[in-house]
């Protein structure tokens, strides 16, 4: 024996890991779940066994948070995932990648073969699949007529575009007959006129409801459409072979509608905006403009003829007004003035000291007699009277031996 060209363990333990792997990429094995484990990690952890055997197996985290229902001990499931070793134990392991309750296994076989043949055949190549359009104006639905997701569907198209012409194809979405009745339905939309875009789908439901759309005559008439379709089946986690073949996948029927109306959406809003700013331009255009020409009319108003004539104008008129009553006081106080004198001359008017019972002696030659000297003997005088006049002379004795 040469003992030279033994292996160690580790060597021959990932020998054996090598050509398990290589050789077990992806199996399908079938079996009932015991000793299981979820741990706090989000990996689950348990034994496939059936009544001869046991197999330890794992599903990771980044696996096993799509699964559409919980496993548990005693369920029995088909696992696809590919075999392993651990090394540290030199136990071989399945390392799961998918998992369905065996109940639905074999549907769940067919739909990875069929997956399988028309990958191979390039019915999922992103180079075959169509541009959807990005303003449609006609859309054709091919779906139940009295599921939910319609109603959702048409809310969803009146609020974001009211604008775009609906034509609904009612069809049959779950058993035997719907595939054809899809395929039916998508080939009257595709002779239509003027139809933009199809989107077919459906409501949620279990992997037996959605069964219809992993149909391959449908994928083929999906991929040979010359019209882009939208495949919207069932919820986020579900996956059919519609929606690998159609150009352009949807989560749910409302993100369809959702996704053929965004270019709608965003264009209005970049219209909305465009709007806003333009009318923001717009005030802060005209506020300014107007500024300007306040400002030049009132230089205009400061430096324009007709208006300094007119304060001149309305300067002259004030001074004109200032001058009238300055003549007015200048008047009033004259005639008050000539009213003092005048009545100053009525007190000593000899008309008024004659009216008052006195009289007024002159000489021939009208000179005033003040004292009686000023009259020669005999000579004669006349008195004035109030009324009327008196003629007399200087008696000769009277007066005679007096002086001046």
Not at 194 to 203: H, Y
Request: hydrophobic share 35%; proline share 4%; charged share 25%.
């Amino acid at each position: 024996m040469k003992f030279e060209k033994s292996l160690s363990v580790s060597e021959l333990t990932a020998q054996v890991k090598g050509l398990i792997e290589s050789s077990y990429s992806s199996v399908f094995v079938k079996g009932e779940i015991s000793n299981f484990t979820h741990h706090s990690s989000g990996h689950m952890y348990f034994t496939l066994k059936d009544k001869n055997s046991e197999l330890r197996a794992v599903m990771f985290k980044g696996n096993n948070n799509t699964l559409a229902f919980s496993p548990k001990s005693g369920d029995d499931v088909i696992i696809q995932g590919k075999l392993s070793v651990y090394e540290a134990r030199g136990q071989y392991q399945i390392i799961a990648q998918h998992m369905e309750p065996a109940g639905i296994g074999a549907l769940y076989l067919e739909f990875e073969k069929l997956k399988q043949r028309l990958k191979e055949e390039g019915l999922f190549d992103e180079s075959q699949k169509k541009n959807l359009p990005r303003f449609p104006l006609k859309i054709g639905i091919v779906t139940s007529k009295t599921g939910a997701a319609i109603r959702d569907m048409l809310t969803i198209f009146k609020r974001r575009a009211p604008h775009i012409k609906i034509l609904i194809r009612p069809a049959l979405v779950q058993g035997s007959d719907a595939p054809k009745d899809i395929i039916n339905g998508i080939k009257e939309l595709s002779n239509q006129n003027n139809i933009d875009l199809i989107i077919v789908g459906r409501g949620g439901g279990s992997f037996e409801d959605l069964w219809p759309f992993n149909n391959e005559e449908l994928a083929r008439e999906i991929s040979k459409c010359i019209i882009p379709i939208v495949s919207a089946v069932g919820h986020e986690t579900d996956t059919t072979i519609s929606d690998m073949v159609a150009d352009f996948r949807a989560p749910t029927p409302s993100a369809a509608s959702e996704i053929s109306t965004n270019h709608f959406v965003e264009a209005t809003q970049s219209i909305h905006n465009l709007h806003k700013r333009l009318i923001d331009v717009s005030i802060s255009k005209v506020s300014s403009l107007w500024q300007t020409f306040d400002s030049l009319s009132g230089r205009l108003m400061i430096q324009k003829p007709s208006n300094v004539f007119n304060q001149q104008k309305e300067k002259i008129g004030h001074l004109f007004k200032t001058l009238n009553m300055s003549i007015k006081r200048i008047i009033n106080f004259e005639q008050s003035s000539f009213l003092n004198l005048k009545t100053k001359l009525d007190t000593l008017s000899p008309t008024n000291t004659l009216e008052r019972g006195y009289s007024i002696a002159y000489k021939e030659d009208r000179s005033i007699i003040r004292r009686p000297g000023d009259l020669e003997s005999e000579e004669p005088f006349t008195v004035k009277l109030h009324e009327g006049e008196l003629r007399a002379k200087k008696e000769k004795s009277q007066y005679q031996n007096k002086e001046n």
